[in-house]
């Protein structure tokens, strides 16, 4: 398994950290100037002798185009425009040796956070994203209106359909995330990557070996998922490409309510849960994913949340190397 920062600014400062916490594996972020509804070879494999200039790898590349996927979510008339431009940016990221694309699927997927940065919530008073669903359950339906689950999963299944076989011959593998924050429906649109099921007929739509997940062990968590049950069986079936290796606190009750945690004061046992990625043979990446912000961080460097981070996974892993 190999440690690896998300870097959503690419620039020297954290590809210095990285390599000053001993992480050689970025997963990277085209950044908004240079975005295009499609990827230049050149530019991606630019972006490739950038990192490794650094003595890195970039290993993946977290999210698609801005203008990938909106339409296709949406089912808008722009759709098949949009899939053929995605198509060419997969096609370059093979030719470039980018061999990962983190994505989502969901109307709205990132929407309900009511707490953020630098506003408390974790151990100390340090900043953490959280989550409850009892002050956006009544949340206006959005501007997409209602969209059902059958209707999400067809749109989900002519994504697949089109864009699979492409990743196949480029040599890339999808990586979806699970729907965060991981309730049935939000804002009248449902979130069909919001269960463990949901995630199951997903590799099910596309059987490719490189159609899987960033398995988010965080939103599983959210979930209430069997999360080493769940480990087992995508990792058994080489569905995990990415995982996300972050803890959660569940709030007791009846709707979902959680705080995204210090990697050592959640709900799940860490180091169990790395044993049983080692145990099912998994070699991909280990993202810490979204560290707390600590007294004197920023809001998004965030590097001192991640220097405990990556010292309590590099110590852990460590330790389960050697059995």
Not at 18 to 36: F, L
Not at 55 to 70: D, S, T, V
Not at 154 to 179: I, M, N, S
Not at 198 to 210: E, I, M, Q, R, T
Request: glycine residues 10%.
């Amino acid at each position: 398994m190999k440690i690896s920062k998300r870097v959503p600014e690419m620039n020297d400062t954290e590809f210095k950290f990285a390599r000053q916490m001993g992480v050689r594996h970025i997963i990277g972020y085209v950044p908004p100037e240079a975005d295009r509804p499609n990827w230049d070879f050149q530019y991606l494999l630019q972006l490739r002798k950038q990192v490794e200039a650094y003595g890195l790898e970039l290993a993946a590349i977290g999210r698609p185009p801005r203008a990938a996927l909106r339409e296709v979510v949406h089912a808008g008339p722009r759709r098949d425009e949009e899939l053929e431009n995605l198509c060419i940016s997969i096609r370059n990221m093979g030719l470039a040796g980018i061999p990962v694309l983190g994505y989502n699927f969901s109307v709205y997927p990132n929407w309900g956070l009511w707490r953020a940065g630098l506003n408390g919530g974790a151990r100390g008073d340090a900043g953490v994203h959280s989550f409850d669903y009892d002050l956006v359950k009544d949340a206006p339906v959005g501007e997409a209106g209602l969209v059902s689950a059958d209707e999400m999963w067809q749109r989900l299944a002519y994504f697949l359909e089109r864009v699979v076989p492409v990743a196949e011959q480029a040599g890339v593998k999808l990586a979806c995330h699970p729907d965060d924050p991981p309730v049935a429906e939000l804002r009248g649109a449902a979130r069909i990557l919001s269960s463990v099921d949901g995630l199951k007929h997903l590799v099910d739509l596309a059987p490719s070996p490189n159609n899987g997940l960033t398995f988010c062990q965080g939103t599983l968590a959210e979930m209430g998922a069997e999360l080493f049950e769940a480990i087992r069986y995508f990792g058994q079936r080489k569905k995990i490409f990415v995982v996300h290796f972050r803890n959660v606190h569940r709030f007791p009750g009846e709707s979902l309510k959680y705080d995204e945690t210090f990697i050592d004061d959640g709900d799940v046992d860490m180091f169990t849960t790395l044993q049983a990625y080692a145990q099912v043979g998994y070699d991909g990446l280990l993202d810490p994913d979204h560290a707390p912000v600590v007294a004197g961080d920023t809001q998004w460097g965030r590097h001192r949340g991640y220097a405990y981070a990556f010292g309590y996974i590099a110590a852990m892993k460590r330790f389960v190397d050697t059995k």
